[in-house]
């Protein structure tokens, strides 16, 4: 595997599991699931998601070029997308 496929990697899964983690939240909201005391598979699910993405992140960052402008957007628009995948959960009170 060559270092421009493991950056583009590196730099697509991070977005791919907020996305993912971002609709399964939207989905548990609209399918009425209440907040509950011991947390469900979504919950669990929701939280491997964010875990699994910061190795990507780490790569991205020892891997990058930041001679250019790019890396650094790519990683700010991934720290965006943890945001909004962490948005839902904080406004339902999950």
Request: aromatic share 10%; net charge positive.
């Amino acid at each position: 595997m060559t270092q421009a496929k493991i950056k583009r990697i590196a730099a697509i899964i991070p977005l791919v599991f907020s996305a993912i983690a971002f609709v399964l939240v939207v989905a548990n909201i609209l399918a009425g699931v209440p907040p509950q005391f011991d947390e469900n598979a979504s919950a669990h699910i929701w939280q491997l998601l964010m875990l699994a993405q910061l190795p990507f992140i780490l790569l991205f960052v020892v891997t990058a070029d930041w001679r250019e402008r790019t890396p650094a957007l790519l990683v700010a628009l991934q720290l965006v997308g943890i945001a909004l995948a962490c948005l839902p959960v904080w406004l339902a009170g999950y």
